[in-house]
């Protein structure tokens, strides 16, 4: 192979490792992308999850299972957060609001617990699974509404 022909091979590989990088990189906003924005449907949402949790009958009855809320809310509206991203300021008030919680920053150490125990505890993740699921049902058909 002469001179010429390993650079072109050499272009060839980098074009294609730039196209690669991309796609990639797009996928990853995508998901990390927030479903949600409005912070005022936070209350409802936490309404929904406490209904779910006792239609699906979870271990607690969705009133003390603020971790599984904080999953769930992180999931909604700052999935970044859930993977070492910080959580925006007005969002921690939001939820701390709907928990009944006065200091926000008490958040961190629920998210930091939640995403332990989605982790470790089969359960704990199957619930949370099917507390996103339910509500995502919910803000579709509401969305169509």
């Not at 009133?63 to 959580?87: D, E, H, M, R, T």
Request: aromatic residues 8%; glycine residues 6%.
């Amino acid at each position: 192979m002469d001179v010429l022909e390993n650079y072109a091979t050499a272009v060839d590989r980098l074009k294609d490792a730039e196209s690669r990088n991309i796609a990639a990189h797009l996928e990853f906003a995508e998901t990390l992308r927030p479903k949600l924005n409005d912070l005022s449907m936070v209350g409802q949402i936490r309404e929904w999850y406490q209904q779910t949790a006792r239609e699906c009958r979870f271990k607690g009855d969705g009133k003390g299972n603020n971790k599984q809320f904080v999953f769930l809310i992180l999931n909604l509206y700052s999935p970044a957060s859930l993977i070492g991203g910080s959580i925006n300021k007005s969002l921690r008030r939001a939820i701390a609001s709907a928990l009944g919680i006065t200091a926000g920053h008490a958040i961190y150490k629920m998210r930091s617990l939640a995403i332990a125990w989605y982790r470790t505890y089969p359960r704990f993740q199957n619930e949370c699974n099917t507390a996103i699921l339910k509500i995502d049902e919910k803000l579709s058909a509401k969305e169509q509404a």
